[in-house]
């Protein structure tokens, strides 16, 4: 799914593999925890000691970096689901992104280790899309249809644009909500080869435009 998460804009700089590639793990398996480590802190928040002790991170600073990643501009959403996000309140568009977090726990990648090339370490991440959008769109008009007979019924007569416009966005993610249990993978996945290049001091940088790739597989 395009959309405009601008999540990893706030990683970017966070994510180095401050180890050098040596020690009692193999470089095979320091570069796949690596870049799982990564994923599975952007999408879900987690992270485990080994990928602490890998970037020098603290559980701290993990929490900040999945929270402050998660600068969420809502406009593909708010399209699908023709939600006028100029009259709607800030605390809508905070569920919004809570409603991403929900579903990004479902995030289901696959990381193996593809080789060196010009002394850059190359990882493939195979992606399944969640479909969870994608159930809720196909059922979209059990919710516009009753919607449309309560508003003929007047429910809504005397609200504000701004009161209706609310009271329309969150019938939509208490409808799109009720799709998260569902959520299942979906069997055509997509792959994207992952960069990691050494600087000038030896640490190790992920390819940034391949996390954008990766991002726009991970819903559907």
Same mark, same amino acid.
């Given at each position: 799914?395009?959309?405009?998460?601008?999540?990893?804009?706030?990683?970017?700089? !966070? *994510?180095?593999? =401050?180890?050098?590639?040596?020690?009692?793990?193999?470089?095979?398996?320091?570069?796949?925890?690596?870049?799982? @480590?990564?994923?599975?802190?952007?999408?879900?928040?987690?992270?485990?000691?080994?990928?602490?002790?890998? $970037?020098?991170?603290?559980?701290?600073?993990?929490?900040?970096?999945?929270?402050?990643?998660?600068?969420?501009?809502?406009?593909? *959403?708010?399209?699908?689901?023709?939600?006028?996000?100029?009259?709607?309140?800030?605390?809508?568009?905070?569920?919004? =992104?809570?409603?991403?977090?929900?579903?990004?726990?479902?995030?289901? *990648?696959?990381?193996?280790? /593809?080789?060196?090339?010009?002394?850059?370490? =190359?990882?493939?991440?195979?992606?399944?899309?969640?479909?969870?959008?994608?159930? /809720?769109?196909?059922? *979209?008009?059990? =919710?516009?249809?009753?919607?449309?007979?309560?508003?003929?019924? @007047?429910?809504?007569? @005397?609200?504000? @644009?701004?009161?209706?416009?609310?009271?329309? !966005?969150?019938?939509?993610?208490?409808?799109?909500?009720?799709?998260?249990?569902?959520?299942?993978? +979906?069997?055509?996945?997509? $792959?994207?080869?992952?960069?990691?290049?050494?600087?000038?001091?030896?640490?190790?940088?992920?390819?940034?435009?391949? +996390?954008?790739?990766?991002?726009?597989?991970?819903?559907?």
């Amino acid at each position: 799914m395009k959309k405009t998460v601008k999540r990893l804009m706030a990683l970017l700089l !966070a *994510f180095t593999l =401050l180890l050098p590639l040596s020690g009692c793990m193999s470089k095979k398996n320091q570069v796949t925890t690596f870049v799982s @480590g990564q994923l599975n802190l952007i999408y879900r928040g987690e992270y485990t000691d080994t990928f602490l002790a890998m $970037t020098n991170l603290t559980p701290a600073e993990c929490q900040q970096l999945y929270d402050a990643g998660f600068n969420f501009e809502p406009t593909k *959403f708010a399209a699908d689901f023709a939600i006028d996000l100029s009259l709607v309140d800030e605390i809508v568009q905070e569920q919004i =992104l809570y409603l991403y977090k929900q579903i990004y726990q479902h995030s289901s *990648f696959h990381v193996t280790y /593809a080789g060196e090339s010009d002394g850059n370490y =190359l990882v493939r991440v195979k992606i399944y899309p969640l479909d969870t959008l994608r159930q /809720a769109k196909k059922h *979209f008009t059990d =919710l516009t249809d009753a919607w449309q007979a309560r508003s003929d019924a @007047g429910e809504f007569d @005397g609200l504000s @644009g701004r009161e209706y416009e609310n009271l329309w !966005a969150s019938a939509v993610l208490d409808f799109v909500s009720a799709y998260v249990p569902k959520t299942r993978t +979906l069997n055509d996945s997509h $792959t994207v080869t992952i960069k990691l290049s050494p600087d000038e001091n030896g640490v190790y940088w992920i390819d940034h435009d391949s +996390l954008r790739q990766i991002d726009v597989f991970v819903i559907e």
